[in-house]
Structures are given as C-alpha cells and as structure tokens.
C-alpha cells in the first residue's frame, strides 16, 4: 500500500517545536548563534527547535507537502525572528543550512482562535481541512 501524506501539515510552535513559550520565555531582540539550530535573546537565553524537527519539516518538503504555522502567542513578531534565525541543515546533503522561515508556506501567528487560524489556513492554500494534519501540545487546540 502506498503511503499518502496530507497536503498541509500545520504545527503549533511554543512547546510543539521548541521547548518554551516565546511571548514569556525570551526577551527580544533575538539574534543567530555560531550553531546550527540556535537563536539567543538579549539575555542570552538559546532557543532550539526539539532534535527531530529539522529532519521532519525536510522529509516533509520532500514530499511536497505544504508547510504551516498557527501559534496564538502574544509576542508574533517575536515567533517569526525565531523562525528566521533558526538555520537548519538540510539532511544527508551538501547543501547549506537554510533559515526554518523559508520552509513554511503559510503562517497565522497572531492571538486569537485556532478556528480562526485554520479558517485562514484553508482559504489562503485551498486546502481542505480533510486534507490537513495538526500538531499542537494543547490537547484543547484539537478539538
């Protein structure tokens, strides 16, 4: 049987891909470090995606499946510099390290609803939600 994979996979952020919450964990401004995969606050607080991610959004991209973000966090701006900042490499390859950003096809990172996140999400990609997989750490943001 040939495996099918969504059309859209759509992660939550805080504590779904690093382990903190941006809009209360660090102080911005946010800036690269000489590691792969680490950004540091004005404190010098590092913030690293979980090990497996870096890996999971490029088997994902193989694949072609769109890449999404819908996080509710009170600091967004600060959200993005942490997706900007965070250099991933690229598995088994000899390609360089890319930012995590340029591997998302849509983000709605704002306070609010994730009904209105996924409204959203649907009508910009054309994508049914029957299409879509969710990964959050709230297990209320799933129903």
Do not use: C
């Not at 994979?5 to 690093?18: A, C, G, I, N, Q």
């Not at 004005?42 to 870096?54: E, T």
């Not at 849509?106 to 009904?115: D, F, L, N, Q, T």
């Amino acid at each position: 049987m040939e495996a099918r994979w969504p059309r859209l996979v759509v992660f939550d952020l805080d504590y779904t891909l690093w382990p903190l919450w941006v809009d209360t964990h660090v102080d911005p401004p946010l800036k690269r470090t000489q590691h792969i995969n680490q950004v540091v606050d004005r404190g010098g607080q590092p913030l690293s995606f979980y090990d497996p991610v870096p890996e999971i959004l490029f088997q994902l991209r193989q694949n072609n499946v769109k890449i999404g973000a819908a996080s509710r966090t009170q600091a967004p701006s600060v959200a993005k510099q942490a997706l900007a900042g965070l250099m991933i490499t690229p598995p088994a390859s000899q390609e360089p390290p890319v930012s995590a950003l340029s591997l998302f096809d849509y983000m709605e990172i704002y306070p609010g609803s994730k009904v209105a996140h996924f409204r959203r999400l649907a009508q910009l990609s054309e994508i049914p939600f029957h299409d879509m997989l969710f990964f959050d750490d709230e297990h209320r943001n799933g129903t």
